[in-house]
């Protein structure tokens, strides 16, 4: 397989394919909650100043009121979509009153369920439609669960790319079917090493007590206010976060054997009934408790690390737009807000991440058997826990269903190592050497735990004499500040001005156009296909 790789290496090394593998687009989507500089979820509504986020395209809300969602467009570069996260940061900042924006993935002190306040979207169906389905979740999952906060990495090879690779695997198939093939390969080899991210660039090893609300747990005490593990990278990821409980003893879970097969079992998984969940009730009056009593109520609730994505047409169900067009590009999840950057990720991190895409694209891919999606799933959650443990071992099934148990080190260490050859590819797509050298960082991390955000954090913690919570708030500080004394161009400010207001005017056209209930407008989005 590696000769392989090397192979495609070779092939992929001239001007042409260099010009193409250039032209990828990178998209950054961050979650971040509004506190209180004291500490504790803001209870004000979204900011009227930062539009609808019903229709704003840069600035809108996840679960809660207070989880701002910041999303890039496009970009052509790693240097454009870092700027353009610190420009609708910066933007976002100088809209908040009294409050920061949360510097980590795990949520700051909660007081409880009901301190945790339903994103709220308008008086149109598609915004009653939103809210009941973040009801659901709090219903089904709580809504602590719900207000851990990520970055999610898209990307995109360019359609030149995808007409010379073609080309070269002498493919015959149709264009689009080719493209839907490849990302699904590429989404399979995300999963198979997927560990590797919460490894190298996991940053919840501890948590504020209150996110568990008194619940048992079998982490450890860090101090009188904080949980932790002291050899995780990223309880996000782990048992205590997000997870479908339900999918397993109902026989659903995706299937990445194609795009049909993973169409087809998202399908199945929205129109199953769960027990379980028909228990908890549909409807209170005419309220909405939950979209459904199903396994999922809508596609978006199934929980991966990694999703094949198409870009939706209006109120398209996810599945139909896969089927329609194809896929579009790859949606990486396992990302947790990088505290010690006021971006919540950095450019090191992202070039290691677009090598990581391109290994995924041209390492072979198989199938996933049932065995190895277990091993899949038991080593997402080790690493979670355990990653930075001296010594730790991971299974890895190999293609002829051979199971091994090899070190995390030793996998690491082939994986980047394999990943040098990208590398240089790409530094040379982009006449820089940034690919090359993040790789030589994160193999320097595989052989130093210490060296990594999840160990750095506790070692913070540490130096500082401060539980979770305190290190938390005070790098929080720290970004404000940075923002504070961070200017934003004129033009930039007047380009999202004019975007804000025409999210609003956006979002009362599609609340004037409603022409049926709410009951009749659910009914036939689940009837679409």
Request: hydrophobic share 35%.
């Given at each position: 397989?590696?000769?392989l790789l090397?192979?495609?290496?070779t092939?992929?090394?001239?001007p042409e394919?260099?010009?193409a593998?250039s032209?990828?687009?990178?998209?950054l989507?961050?979650?971040s909650?509004?506190?209180?500089?004291?500490?504790?979820i803001?209870?004000?509504?979204h900011?009227a100043?930062?539009?609808?986020?019903l229709?704003?395209?840069?600035?809108?809300?996840?679960?809660s009121?207070?989880?701002m969602e910041?999303?890039?467009?496009p970009c052509d570069?790693i240097?454009?979509?870092i700027q353009?996260?610190?420009?609708?940061?910066n933007?976002v900042?100088?809209?908040l009153?009294?409050?920061?924006?949360?510097?980590t993935?795990?949520?700051?002190?909660?007081a409880?369920e009901t301190?945790?306040?339903?994103?709220?979207?308008?008086?149109s169906n598609?915004a009653?439609?939103?809210t009941?389905?973040r009801r659901?979740?709090?219903?089904?999952?709580?809504r602590?669960?719900?207000?851990?906060?990520g970055v999610?990495?898209?990307y995109?090879?360019s359609?030149?790319?995808w007409q010379?690779?073609?080309?070269?695997l002498a493919n015959?198939?149709?264009?689009?079917?080719?493209?839907?093939?490849?990302y699904?390969?590429l989404?399979?080899n995300?999963?198979r090493?997927?560990?590797l991210v919460?490894?190298?660039f996991?940053a919840?090893p501890?948590?504020c007590?209150?996110?568990?609300?008194?619940?048992?747990t079998i982490?450890?005490?860090?101090?009188?206010?904080?949980y932790?593990?002291p050899?995780?990278?990223?309880?996000?990821?782990?048992d205590?976060?997000y997870?479908?409980n339900k999918?397993?003893?109902a026989g659903i879970?995706?299937?990445?054997?194609s795009?049909?097969?993973y169409?087809e079992?998202m399908?199945c998984?929205i129109?199953?009934?769960?027990?379980d969940?028909?228990?908890?009730g549909v409807?209170?009056g005419?309220?909405?408790l939950?979209?459904n009593?199903?396994?999922?109520?809508i596609?978006?609730?199934y929980?991966?690390?990694v999703?094949?994505?198409?870009?939706?047409?209006?109120?398209?169900k996810?599945?139909s737009a896969?089927?329609k067009?194809?896929v579009?590009y790859v949606?990486l999840?396992?990302?947790d807000?990088?505290?010690f950057?006021p971006?919540?990720?950095?450019?090191?991190q992202l070039?290691f991440?677009?090598?990581?895409?391109?290994?995924?694209l041209l390492q072979?891919?198989a199938?996933?058997?049932?065995?190895?999606?277990v091993?899949?799933?038991e080593n997402l959650?080790l690493?979670?826990?355990r990653?930075?443990e001296?010594g730790?071992?991971?299974?890895r099934v190999k293609?002829?269903?051979?199971?091994?148990?090899?070190?995390?080190?030793d996998w690491a260490n082939?994986l980047c190592?394999?990943?040098?050859?990208?590398a240089g590819?790409?530094?040379s797509?982009?006449?820089?050497e940034?690919y090359f050298?993040?790789?030589k960082?994160?193999?320097a991390?595989?052989f130093d735990?210490?060296l990594?955000?999840s160990?750095?954090m506790?070692?913070?913690m540490v130096?500082?004499?401060?539980?979770?919570?305190?290190?938390?708030?005070?790098?929080s500080?720290h970004?404000?500040?940075?923002?504070k004394?961070h200017d934003?161009p004129?033009?930039k400010?007047?380009?999202?001005?004019?975007?804000t207001k025409q999210s609003?005017?956006?979002q009362k056209?599609i609340?004037?156009s409603?022409n049926m209930?709410?009951?009749d407008y659910?009914s036939?989005y689940?009837?679409?296909?």
């Amino acid at each position: 397989m590696y000769q392989l790789l090397q192979q495609r290496i070779t092939q992929l090394s001239t001007p042409e394919f260099e010009r193409a593998l250039s032209a990828s687009k990178i998209g950054l989507e961050k979650e971040s909650l509004r506190v209180l500089p004291e500490g504790g979820i803001s209870q004000m509504p979204h900011p009227a100043s930062l539009g609808s986020p019903l229709t704003n395209p840069l600035i809108t809300t996840d679960f809660s009121e207070a989880l701002m969602e910041l999303v890039t467009p496009p970009c052509d570069s790693i240097a454009e979509v870092i700027q353009s996260l610190d420009d609708i940061q910066n933007y976002v900042y100088r809209n908040l009153d009294n409050e920061i924006l949360w510097a980590t993935s795990m949520p700051c002190v909660v007081a409880g369920e009901t301190s945790i306040p339903l994103a709220r979207y308008g008086s149109s169906n598609a915004a009653i439609m939103k809210t009941a389905y973040r009801r659901g979740l709090g219903l089904r999952y709580g809504r602590a669960m719900q207000v851990i906060a990520g970055v999610h990495f898209n990307y995109s090879f360019s359609e030149e790319f995808w007409q010379l690779y073609k080309a070269l695997l002498a493919n015959e198939d149709d264009f689009q079917d080719f493209v839907s093939e490849q990302y699904m390969g590429l989404v399979r080899n995300l999963l198979r090493y997927g560990w590797l991210v919460p490894y190298l660039f996991g940053a919840s090893p501890a948590v504020c007590k209150s996110f568990l609300n008194g619940q048992r747990t079998i982490l450890k005490e860090f101090n009188s206010g904080t949980y932790y593990e002291p050899y995780a990278t990223s309880l996000r990821l782990g048992d205590i976060g997000y997870q479908n409980n339900k999918e397993d003893t109902a026989g659903i879970k995706a299937c990445y054997d194609s795009l049909t097969a993973y169409v087809e079992s998202m399908r199945c998984a929205i129109s199953t009934p769960c027990p379980d969940y028909e228990k908890l009730g549909v409807k209170d009056g005419d309220k909405y408790l939950q979209l459904n009593g199903n396994i999922l109520q809508i596609e978006n609730e199934y929980y991966s690390s990694v999703r094949p994505k198409q870009i939706l047409d209006g109120n398209e169900k996810p599945s139909s737009a896969l089927e329609k067009r194809g896929v579009q590009y790859v949606e990486l999840r396992s990302l947790d807000v990088n505290a010690f950057d006021p971006h919540g990720i950095n450019s090191e991190q992202l070039h290691f991440l677009e090598v990581f895409m391109l290994f995924c694209l041209l390492q072979p891919s198989a199938k996933l058997s049932q065995s190895e999606i277990v091993a899949i799933d038991e080593n997402l959650v080790l690493v979670a826990h355990r990653g930075r443990e001296p010594g730790l071992d991971l299974r890895r099934v190999k293609p002829d269903e051979v199971e091994e148990k090899i070190s995390l080190q030793d996998w690491a260490n082939e994986l980047c190592n394999k990943m040098k050859g990208i590398a240089g590819l790409l530094d040379s797509a982009n006449f820089c050497e940034n690919y090359f050298s993040s790789v030589k960082s994160q193999i320097a991390s595989v052989f130093d735990p210490e060296l990594t955000p999840s160990a750095r954090m506790l070692a913070s913690m540490v130096e500082h004499n401060e539980g979770f919570f305190h290190h938390a708030q005070r790098m929080s500080e720290h970004h404000y500040q940075y923002y504070k004394t961070h200017d934003l161009p004129a033009e930039k400010i007047a380009e999202f001005d004019e975007l804000t207001k025409q999210s609003v005017k956006k979002q009362k056209q599609i609340e004037e156009s409603d022409n049926m209930n709410f009951d009749d407008y659910l009914s036939n989005y689940f009837k679409e296909e």
